[in-house]
Each structure stands twice: as C-alpha cells, then as structure tokens.
C-alpha cells in the first residue's frame, strides 16, 4: 500500500472511496481540511467551522435541540477567557470554563463546589508561624519547616532521620544561614568508637578533613 503524500507523514494512504485523493492518509486529510474552512457562519462567533457551516460548540447545540443553541459562546468556555468562579477569580480558563486550581478542586478532588478565591496552601516561599515559634513555608506544594529547609539548601541534600537544626540565638523564627547549626543524635547509639568514627567521617567527608586538620595544627602548637 502506498504512503501517505504528506512530508513527515508515514502512514499508509486511504482508499480514493475514503478521501477525494487516494494519495492522503485520512488523518492528514482530515487535517488539510479543517485548516482550509473558515469561521463559524454565525456573525458573532469566530471558531473554525466544525460541520454544516458551524462550529463544533454550535453544532452540537443545533444537533441536540437546544433553544438558543446560535447564542453567542459564553466568555468562560473560551481559552482565552477568566475563569468562572462565581466570585470572580482572574486566573486564566483551563478547563470546563474554570482555572487549573478551581478545576482540580472540583473534577480531581471531587468537593462539591470550587473553594475560596484564593488559594487553600500558601504560595510558595509564603508560610506562617506553626505555633511554636518556628516558620514554615510551602515549597512546591509541601509544607517544609524554614530552617530545616535552609540547612537542606546549604548542605546540598536532605537531611539525615537523626539530623537536626539548631538555632544559634535560640529565636525559632530567625533563619538567617549564620544562625544555624547542623546537630545530630549519636547514631548508632553506643557503639564501638572504631565504628562511630567510620560513621560521621563516611557522612561528613569535608567536615571530617577540616576538623583532622584543625586537630593536628592544635597538637602541633601545644607540643
């Protein structure tokens, strides 16, 4: 069977009965067709026409027997509208005439209305105080305590179970890099000094070498 006419196009072309030229695949007829009509025969509406004249929306509306099915299209069901949040939310439609967040929250998540306006989790970097003294923030949509996420920063990778961060001044709130500290639990506990050592040097390789050092400068002087 013969390919497809079309460049870049593999697939086997239709029959002459399927298409008005044998030499076309139905997907790339049907493709070149929908790019040569022009818009909807309805003065008010400027959507690609879909079938008899039409666009699909209105269409679909004469075909069920809607009464007003040529009333123009709603702004909220269009791409490039606002979503429909009773409320008013300026977020851009993403489906079903509602914005990403208001969509998730009734097709995904299954509540029975769109929520709130605003968000639900802070934004991310935005947080609050847990009650406790300490900030958390939201980070990709994960709640984080700040200083612990700050020592993930500077050390490059998340923190060990036995690991903890600790707050130089004792202010829980105050994050500042300068401000804390990497503590940790002795682990495992009651170990052989061969093995605890074989532990944190493994764990803290660059630590390990620099406090070696600073050791071996403190002997050297005080011998």
């Known amino acids: 069977m013969a390919e497809c006419s079309t ?22 007829y049907t493709r070149e067709w929908h790019d040569r009509q022009g818009p909807c025969s309805l003065w008010h509406c400027d959507r690609r026409i879909d079938a008899a004249d039409l666009c699909s929306t209105h269409y679909n509306r004469k075909r069920r027997g809607v009464p007003d099915w040529d009333a123009p299209v709603p702004r909220h ?44 989790k802070a934004a991310d970097g935005e947080g609050g105080d847990d009650g406790r003294g300490y900030w958390n923030i939201t980070v990709n949509g994960q709640r984080y305590a700040k200083h612990r996420w700050v020592m993930e920063q500077i050390l490059g990778r998340p923190l060990e179970p036995d690991e903890e961060v600790h707050h130089k001044n004792r202010v829980r709130h105050d994050n500042e890099p300068s401000n804390l500290e990497l503590w940790t639990t002795a682990q495992p506990r009651g170990g052989r000094v061969e093995d605890l050592v074989r532990f944190y040097v493994g764990r803290y390789p660059d630590l390990a070498e620099r406090v070696l050092a600073e050791v071996r400068a403190e002997l050297a002087v005080s011998g």
């Not at 196009?9 to 139905?26: E, Y």
């Not at 509208?81 to 929250?105: F, I, L, S």
């Open 77 to 120: 069901m269009k791409r490039d509208g606002t979503c429909r949040h009773k409320d008013g939310c300026p977020e851009p439609v993403q489906a079903r005439g509602y914005c990403a967040m208001h969509y998730a929250r009734i097709a995904v998540l299954g509540h029975a209305d769109a929520g709130p306006v605003g968000r639900l």
């Open 7 to 28: 460049g870049g196009c593999n697939r086997p072309a239709a029959r002459a009965s399927q298409v008005h030229n044998g030499r076309i695949c139905k997907v790339c």
